[in-house]
């Protein structure tokens, strides 16, 4: 199986994620998004814990975006014709906390392109 996050993002993700672990409710700003190749489906995440669930807001592909945890494994087991199927958005500049991308998707009913492009 293919590994999306590299060694290095993985920590960083972890060093996030101890935060709310310790209680701390910390606005954090996305370190990666993941799109669809073949959909509409999109994350945008912020941290990683230990048990494989990464947070963030994500929208399947439906309008309906959620704040949440998903299991990064299951991410990475999800194929098209034996590729992985989703893949990094090597665009992807954040620099806004997940509140405002969180925000500009409950107004917009979606995750809007003009933020996550």
Not at 28 to 40: A, D, E, H, V, Y
Not at 42 to 56: K, M, V
Request: charge should be negative; include cysteine.
């Amino acid at each position: 199986m293919s590994e999306l996050l590299s060694k290095d993002l993985k920590e960083q993700m972890l060093i996030n994620s101890q935060d709310h672990l310790d209680g701390n409710d910390v606005d954090r700003i996305p370190m990666i998004q993941l799109l669809t190749r073949f959909g509409r489906a999109t994350w945008i995440l912020t941290e990683l814990n230990p048990r494989d669930s990464a947070f963030g807001l994500y929208d399947l592909g439906l309008g309906s975006p959620e704040l949440g945890y998903v299991s990064i494994s299951e991410i990475e087991s999800v194929t098209n014709l034996g590729m992985l199927a989703i893949e990094i958005d090597t665009h992807f500049k954040s620099e806004y906390p997940l509140s405002v991308y969180t925000e500009a998707a409950r107004l917009a009913v979606g995750l809007p392109k003009i933020l996550i492009c």
